[in-house]
């Protein structure tokens, strides 16, 4: 019997640790207004390359910086470049919006307007994944401009809602966070966290638990 119960202790102890691991990483907008910040610095120190991205360097250096500024905030330069590439999404997915008919920039309420849910619906049709919903306000998205502006798509390709680069089944631990099932924005959302959050723990402990 103690036997039994050592292994079951140890089990739930294994199991419990791997799903606090799992759970996404949640930005504060706090941390992303000053990720941002910094992100401005280093395309002023022109730390990009010709294409517009970043390089390999400047994705520690963010790192160091936002750990500095947060202390305690745990930030790796997986998280890093994980919010790079969600904030880029973002702003690419607006911007295509508004380089097609029917959609417009609202300086004053810093968000999207579309002439009518007809012209919203064209536009999501194709699409798996929904990174913006036009009438939400989206105040970074002019400054990000300056930081993402090289790699805008433009002319026919930016409309045709084929290069969205997540595809996001109904049943998916992330269409259930940006439907608000985590409370999560898309781009507050640690990507790689998500995928270890969609493992099959629960199948694996009910199986070891068998065994032993």
């Known amino acids: 019997i103690p036997l039994v119960w050592c292994s079951f202790s140890f089990i739930v102890q294994l199991h419990y640790s791997a799903s606090m691991a799992s759970i996404p990483r949640q930005w504060t907008e706090q941390e992303t207004e000053q990720f941002v910040v910094f992100m401005e610095e280093l395309v002023v120190e022109d730390k990009r390359a010709d294409a517009g991205q970043f390089k390999p360097g400047p994705f520690q250096k963010l790192a160091d910086k936002m750990n500095e500024k947060f202390p305690g905030c745990g930030l790796t330069v997986k998280h890093i470049r994980n919010k790079h590439k969600r904030l880029k999404e973002k702003y690419m997915y607006v911007a295509e919006m508004l380089g097609c008919s029917g959609f417009g920039w609202n300086s004053e309420k810093m968000c999207v307007e579309v002439?009518?849910?007809?012209?919203?619906?064209?536009?999501?049709?194709?699409?798996?994944?929904?990174?913006?919903?036009?009438?939400?306000?989206?105040?970074l998205f002019e400054r990000l401009g300056n930081i993402f502006g090289k790699d805008r798509a433009t002319g026919v390709e930016a409309c045709s809602g084929k290069d969205a680069e997540e595809d996001v089944t109904p049943g998916s631990t992330f269409a259930a966070a940006t439907a608000g099932g985590l409370g999560l924005g898309s781009e507050d959302i640690d990507m790689d966290d998500l995928g270890a959050a969609e493992s099959e723990l629960p199948n694996t402990f009910s199986t070891s638990f068998a065994s032993s």
């Open 115 to 139: 002439d009518s849910k007809q012209v919203l619906e064209a536009w999501g049709k194709g699409r798996n994944v929904t990174l913006y919903t036009p009438g939400k306000p989206f105040p």
